[in-house]
Structures are given as C-alpha cells and as structure tokens.
Nanobody, 117 residues
Framework: QVQLVESGGGLVQPGGSLRLSCAAS????????MAWYRQAPGNQRELVAD???????NYADSVKGRCTISRDNAKNTVYLQMNSLEPEDSAVYYC???????????WGKGTLVTVSS
C-alpha cells in the first residue's frame, strides 16, 4: 500500500523558513513525479511546486523565488524548502505522487503550516 507521510510543518513567524519533507513507501519513487499542494481554509487545493522523475521543476507564481522543491531518490523523499514565509502561505501542505506518465495519483494526509507573529 502506497504511503506518503509529510512532516516539517509548524508555526513560524513571517519572514521565517521551513523545510517540509514527504517520505514515500511502496511506490516506484524514482519513476514518479512528486508535487506539493496546499489548501487554506475556504480555498481550493492549489499546486505549490512539482518535480519530475528527471528533476525538472515547476513553481506557482506565488512562491517563485521563495521555495525550492527537491528530491532524494535514495531516500524516497521529496522536500519543499520555504523561505521568506508570509501569512498567506498558511495552509495544510499535501504531498502527491504520480507514477509517470499518467498516474495513478497518491496523496499524503498533509502537514499544517501556520505563519503568524
């Protein structure tokens, strides 16, 4: 059974940094694209960043220059380094895996990020 377990969320002050991790199991990780999504209360889930199996990355405009997605295939883990955090970044952050090229998709249960002073 595929499992994606996110960690690293928490409370951080505006301007601070966090690194989220997503550990995957029971999946061909090196053949999967990985992504981070987020969902704030009352909002739809939105893409934050994704990375293909070959390492090509893509970012939402709202986080470009502030976030970096990376992967470690030896550890079956994807990361999201978030810097210069703003209150608007507060959300539950979800990890998604997609076996390339067409899926299926798997989701983690999320980790909460709160940016507040």
């Amino acid at each position: 059974q595929v499992q994606l377990v996110e960690s690293g969320g928490g409370l951080v002050q505006p301007g601070g940094s966090l690194r989220l991790s997503c550990a995957a199991s029971a999946i061909m990780f090196s053949s999967s694209s990985m992504a981070w999504y987020r969902q704030a209360p009352g909002n739809q889930r939105e893409l934050v960043a994704d990375i293909t199996s070959r390492g090509r990355t893509n970012y939402a405009d709202s986080v470009k220059g502030r976030c970096t997605i990376s992967r470690d295939n030896a550890k079956n883990t994807v990361y999201l380094q978030m810097n210069s955090l703003e209150p608007e970044d507060s959300a539950v952050y979800y990890c998604k895996a997609r076996l390339e090229p067409y899926g299926p998709d798997y989701w983690g249960k999320g980790t909460l990020v709160t940016v507040s002073s």
